[in-house]
C-alpha cells in the first residue's frame, strides 16, 4: 500500500512540481494552497508524511504545523518544511512548532523522495 503525501504550498507550480515527483515515486498525493487549507484537507484525511511551505497567505507554515501538531490524531506525522528560506532562525522556530525536518528550495526530486521515505518509516 503506497504512502499518501499531503503537500502544502500557495504556488500552483510547486504543488505540480511535488505532485509529479511524488506520483512518479509511488506515492499518493493529496494538496492543499496554504495553512488553512491544510488543516481543512486534515480533518478528513490521514496522510503519512506531509510537505509544508513556510511562506503563504492566511496562515504561514509556523501556524499550520503549530495545528497540526495541537491535534492529537496528527501529532506523530512527520513534517517536512520545503522553502526558499534557509536561515538557521528560521529553521530553529519550524522545528520548536513541530516540524520534522527542512529541504531548500529549488528541491532535487529524488533527494526529496529518499527524505520522505527516511521520516515515513
Known amino acids: ?3 499518501t503525501i ?5 504556488s500552483r507550480t510547486m504543488r505540480d512540481m511535488l505532485r509529479m515527483a511524488l506520483v512518479d515515486a509511488g506515492f499518493q ?3 492543499a494552497e496554504d495553512g488553512v487549507h491544510g488543516l481543512e484537507v486534515l480533518a478528513g ?6 510537505v509544508t511551505d513556510i511562506n503563504m497567505p492566511r496562515m504561514d507554515g509556523y501556524g499550520f ?6 491535534d492529537p490524531r496528527h501529532r506523530a506525522i512527520p513534517i517536512l518544511v520545503l ?3 534557509s536561515s538557521l532562525e528560521k529553521k530553529t522556530r519550524a522545528r520548536d512548532a513541530g516540524a520534522t525536518g527542512w ?3 529549488p528541491f532535487n526530486p529524488e533527494k526529496l ?3 520522505i521515505r527516511r521520516v515515513a518509516a
Open 103 to 105: 529541504i531548500v528550495k
Open 6 to 10: 499531503l503537500t502544502v504550498d500557495d
Open 83 to 85: 522553502t526558499t528560506e
Open 113 to 115: 523522495v529518499d527524505a
Open 1 to 3: 500500500m503506497s504512502k
Open 45 to 50: 484525511e490521514a496522510p503519512d508524511v506531509i
Open 29 to 31: 498525493v493529496i494538496q
Open 65 to 70: 504545523i503549530e495545528g497540526v501538531r495541537a
